[in-house]
């Protein structure tokens, strides 16, 4: 049988997309539906003395106009469970009082027959405020720093080993720098947007969300709804990059809106308004301290991250936490500090922590690199690790020498003269740079539905979702390779909470949770009608063996007697059922603390875990032992650039990414997803940057001819490669996910070029033409 | 956005009588007055629609003027071949501006209008004496890395962003007009006006008149021009710094320049004092650094963009060295 996990198979969802009929969040439309358009606070801190919503709720269409003084009470959500759900900012439920923690903050939600409507009268509402000195400057703030206990979920975040003090004196080669990078926002195509129905106490959702789940559950919670009551569904999403990983005001707002109007709303957020409602990834200053013996061996690395919270909740930028298991060091400190700003709360962004966490360091192991005169691939050759030295664990896989290799004979590392400043073309001056990539591999539990229908389809059910990666078609792969089905005959349906629960979409962690749930219950499904063929005395295959039954297009023969079988409908028709159905969970998280705690399970859920009792590919997959396996993914970043040695502009030629993910689920959209990464590499290393206003804090670049992403004219070749072996710990697929490993790398990769290029080591990120002058 | 009245307009006359209102406001490709009127910036109660005027050609006089109509797209106008073969310093410009969907859509009258796209004059909800005359200027303490360093005032330091003007600036255009009482021309100098002390007011161009065509005069040496352009991406972005240089070199020597930059001033911003030191003198590298020199003596730096001063003169200079070494 032919495999198609691995195929670079077309998108399955792709011509829904293109042709428009793929429908967002925002493409519903409920009869009678209103909308909502939320205003925003015009300062920093502070409490509203008076909102004046008189010339507004006179508008033309205007419905109702929400504020703190007529909308309804919230509940405070509390989740321990980890695919519960994150309202983004804890102690700020939207509309519930005066108080003011930063600009851009909802303060009313105008409600009207037609946006246009809405959207107008939200200019006319006015408030008066008594204003509150803002605090928003990190750099000026640093002295307020405190240590914070932990990361997202409980997260180890403050590490040491060894003695790093001592080893940095007695180091014979020292190296001491800060690195900064600016405030970034994830601008997902599709902005935030939500349509909420009530039905008496039922309540219908449609949000753009990268956790269903989550989403659905947090809304119950803080609404004080029962969850069943709830139902929310984001079959396509355009984009998160973690913005749509926490649950941010507008999908709660809409749902309190639709409520008060009694009718259903749509609220979909302005660009501008996602620089302000809907998180953001924070400023970071970090201050490496590398020492190493006179051969390069590193005995002490250093770490140390200050970046921003807000007074409303705490999240921290994990910048330091790859660095702990990246290198081989005796001597290790990772330490993180926060600022509680008067902004919007951060949160995690494309590759959390390691996209500036591995700017940091791996910037400053091409300074150490340099200093010890050094090739920088050499350098972290002397220093490369077999396992994890802070946890003390083996890697379940790791292939990273080969990916340093295939990428420098990729880029003509060789062939390059190392010396800095040393290549000149015309006006350009051309480098060549390169970085280490890793990011963990993470997975959770996830439950799935198979279901095959006597015409000979079948259908895959999961409450986890696409947010654009390409999960559908990855899905559809993993269903029809278990069950013996061509590709068409398969349908994956995803992105509604009534469906089994799935992983959320964080973490680079859908295939390797969501894969393997769908894999068993998709193999469950074969096997159950295996099973009812050979009990039947009316199958061609009554009473042979199962191991000797094969299934293969949507029929089930011997394997040594290919005429000698049915089709999966005979045995269905034969019957008389109307489907088959199997259920399977797979409850296995490579972050511990989750495991030792696996939520109650009711419903569905709990069918689901009897169901797998007595499937072999859960009990395989679940009896795995991986507990003396550390979890990461990794790859070698290289670029060529060429620098204009008088105008500072930079131009990308080529980028070589290599990547040790595991299993390659689907070419072509891995390709995607790590070419996507690169160019969120590109645009961090040369001109993104949130910039906020020097006097009241506020947000000045607010769209996107402001704030700027990389255009198709900034792209250079790219060259992806994958080392492609499969991750047999990790899970019976193989994969590790690849979502956000893209980024991580390139960014150093790229400033160590341009150092190449032109001598000029910048530290503070983006390194536009003004830096290079 | 306010709601307002749409009027479409047959000819020249029509138009201008249904601009003749307060509030009302002309739209051509509304490549720029609809995102402002989107965000009630702009908000006329009367949008007058010129499109199926007849001023969508490129002609070339008697005396070899090229007589560009208003409504003739900025994409129509950089590939028209007069002008990319005899006037490649406009066609350079227009193409390094906006995308190539806007260029489709903009009109070369449109363009001599658009509006800065200084951040605060996007905010309503700061201060901005360009917006809101008296409210303040939020840029000159706040933040200004995208700002004017030449033709500021104490009063606002929006850059003018068009690149097109700045050939045009170089070019020395003429701009029709066509209001109530009747046609006049306007220099391409006399056009736009320094903030000074009412940014709001940003050309002559008095209410109700109606753009109707720019004139580019012959300049047989401007074959020998060109556009450069500075910035923080490839594409889709403003200048940082941009020049729009012609030289007519003859015998080593410089007979005629021209210069002017974009990206920093508050204006398509003309050069007569890096003419002065073109005209005349040796065509070398020297000469064109003095003329760099000269050129940004007058700029002012503010907080985040002292460095649009070095640039612009190095944008200058490459600019110059390009055109002063075409064979």
Redesign the interface.
């Known amino acids: 049988m032919n495999e198609l996990v691995g195929k670079p198979v077309d998108r399955v969802d792709g011509r829904l997309k293109v042709t428009g009929t793929a429908n967002y969040s925002a493409e519903y439309y409920p009869k009678n539906v209103a909308y909502g358009v939320i205003v925003e606070s ?1 300062i920093a801190k502070g409490r509203i003395k008076n909102i004046d919503i008189t010339t507004a709720g006179k508008a ?1 269409g205007v419905i109702n106009i929400m504020t703190y003084k007529n909308s309804m009470n919230l509940h405070f959500p509390q989740s321990s469970d980890p695919g519960g759900g994150k309202y983004a900012e804890k102690d700020l439920l939207p509309l519930q009082n005066d108080r003011i923690f930063y600009g851009g903050q909802a303060i009313a939600v105008v409600i009207a027959e037609t946006f ?1 409507q809405a ?2 009268a939200a ?1 006319l509402v006015t408030a008066d405020y008594e204003k509150d000195k803002p605090v928003f400057d990190l750099e000026k703030n640093v002295e307020k720093a405190y240590k914070p206990v932990a990361g997202l979920g409980g997260s180890q975040i403050q590490m040491t080993r060894g003695n790093t003090e001592a080893a940095l004196q007695n180091a014979s080669v020292k190296l001491e720098e800060t690195y900064t990078t600016p405030v970034y926002h994830h601008n997902a195509m599709e902005p935030h947007a939500t349509t909420a129905e009530w039905n008496g106490d039922q309540l219908m959702i449609y949000d753009a969300t990268q956790s269903v789940m989550g989403s659905k559950n947090l809304m119950a919670a803080m609404l004080g709804v029962e969850p069943e009551k709830v139902r929310l569904v984001a079959l396509f999403i355009g984009g998160g990059f973690g913005s749509k990983g926490f649950s941010w005001p507008n999908t709660v707002l809409t749902a309190m809106a639709a409520k008060l109007v009694n009718r259903p709303v749509k609220l979909v957020l302005k660009r ?1 308004q996602m620089f302000t409602n809907a998180g953001r990834r924070t400023q970071t200053i970090q201050k490496i301290s590398l020492g190493t013996d006179n051969t390069g061996k590193l005995n002490a690395i250093k770490h140390a991250t200050t970046s921003e919270s807000s007074f409303v909740d705490e999240f921290v930028e994990p910048a330091g936490v790859a660095t702990a298991m990246l290198y081989s060091c005796a001597n290790a400190d990772i330490n993180h500090s926060l600022v509680r700003l008067n902004k919007g709360t951060p949160c995690p962004t494309r590759a959390p922590g390691e996209a500036p966490g591995t700017y940091a360091i791996e910037a400053a192991m091409d300074e150490l690199a340099y200093k010890l005169n050094m090739d920088p691939i050499q350098l972290r050759l002397v220093n490369y690790n077999e396992k994890d030295e802070q946890k003390n664990q083996q890697f379940s896989s790791k292939n990273l020498k080969e990916c340093y290799q295939r990428g420098a004979d990729a880029i003509g590392w060789a062939q390059r003269n190392p010396k800095p400043g040393s290549i000149r073309e015309g ?1 350009y001056l051309v480098g060549y740079g390169m970085a280490t990539a890793t990011y963990p591999a993470n997975r959770s539990a996830s439950t799935a539905k198979a279901v095959l229908f006597p015409d000979g389809h079948a259908e895959i059910l999961c409450g986890t979702q696409d947010i654009g990666t390409g999960t559908y078609t990855i899905m559809t792969q993993v269903a029809a390779d278990a069950l013996g089905l061509p590709i068409e005959k398969v349908k994956v349906k995803l992105g509604d909470s009534s469906y089994p629960k799935g992983a959320n979409s964080g973490g680079s962690q859908v295939s390797a949770s969501v894969g393997p749930a769908i894999r068993a219950a998709a193999l469950g499904a074969k096997s159950k009608l295996v099973k009812m063929a050979i009990a039947d005395a009316g199958s061609p295959l009554h009473g042979q063996k199962e191991e000797t039954i094969i299934a293969d297009n949507g029929q089930l023969h011997l394997i040594n007697q290919p005429d000698k079988g049915e089709t999966y409908s005979a045995i269905l028709n034969r019957h008389g059922l109307d489907k088959i159905e199997v259920l399977a969970t797979t409850n296995v998280s490579t972050r511990q603390q989750q495991e030792a705690n696996p939520a109650a399970k009711t419903g569905a859920e709990a069918q689901a875990a009897q169901e797998s009792k007595s499937n072999p590919a859960v009990q395989e997959d679940e009896h795995t032992d991986r507990k003396p396996y550390s979890f990461h993914s990794f790859g070698a970043q290289f670029v060529k650039l060429r620098v204009d040695a ?4 930079v ?1 990308i030629d080529k980028i070589v990414s290599v990547m040790d993910v595991g299993k390659v689920m689907n070419l072509k959209t891995a390709k995607n997803q790590i070419m996507g990464g690169a160019i969120f590499g590109i645009g961090m290393a ?2 993104e940057e949130t ?5 009241d804090g ?1 947000v ?4 996107l ?2 704030y ?1 992403v ?5 792209m250079p070749e790219f060259d992806i490669q994958f080392i492609d072996k499969p991750d047999t710990i990790i899970s019976p697929i193989g994969a590790r996910g690849i979502g956000e490993i893209g980024i991580t790398g390139i960014t150093a990769a790229i400033v160590n070029a341009i150092y190449h290029a032109t001598g000029k080591r910048v530290r503070n990120l983006p390194v ?3 830096k290079l ?1 | 956005m306010e709601p307002f009245k749409f009027i479409r307009a047959q000819d020249n006359n029509n138009a201008i009588a249904a601009a003749a209102v307060a509030d009302a406001k002309f739209i051509a490709g509304g490549t720029n007055i609809i995102d402002l009127m989107k965000l009630n910036i702009e908000k006329p109660h009367q949008v007058v629609d010129i499109n199926a005027l007849k001023l969508d050609k490129i002609e070339t006089l008697s005396n070899g003027t090229i007589r560009i109509g208003a409504l003739v797209k900025n994409s129509d106008l950089a590939y028209h071949p007069n002008i990319s073969k005899n006037y490649p310093v406009l066609s350079e410009a227009l193409l390094s501006g906006a995308s190539a969907q806007l260029r489709n859509m903009a009109s070369v009258g449109g363009n001599l209008l658009q509006r800065t796209r200084c951040p605060y004059f996007y905010d309503t909800s700061y201060p901005c004496n360009k917006r809101e005359p008296g409210s303040g200027c939020s840029a000159i303490n706040g933040y200004n890395r995208n700002n004017a360093v030449l033709g500021t005032s104490d009063k606002c330091i929006a850059t003018h962003p068009s690149d097109m003007c700045v050939a045009m600036a170089a070019l020395g255009a003429i701009i029709h007009v066509q209001g109530a009482k009747g046609m006049r021309s306007i220099p391409f100098a006399d056009f736009h006006l320094l903030p000074g002390k009412t940014p709001s007011i940003e050309t002559t161009l008095k209410h109700g008149e109606l753009i109707t065509a720019v004139d580019i005069p012959v300049m047989s040496f401007a074959v020998k021009s060109h556009y450069l352009k500075v910035r923080d991406r490839a594409s889709y972005e403003f200048a940082l710094a941009s020049a729009a240089v012609v030289l007519d070199v003859q015998g080593g020597r410089i007979q005629h320049a021209r210069v002017a930059l974009g990206g920093v001033g508050t204006k398509p911003w003309r050069s007569t004092v890096a003419e002065k030191v073109l005209t005349g003198a040796l065509n070398n590298e020297q000469t064109y650094r003095t003329a760099a020199e000269a050129a940004l003596s007058a700029a002012k730096p503010y907080t985040h963009n002292a460095f649009k001063i070095e640039l612009a003169k190095r944008t200058l200079v490459r600019a110059l060295t390009t055109v002063g070494g075409m064979s």
């Open positions: 015009t033309p246009e959207e107008q200019m501008q006006n008088q105008l500072g502009t131009h040369l001109m910039a906020y206003d020097p006097n506020r000045v670049t607010r769209d001819a402001q700027l990389p255009v198709h004219a900034d536009t033409p003004d002058l």
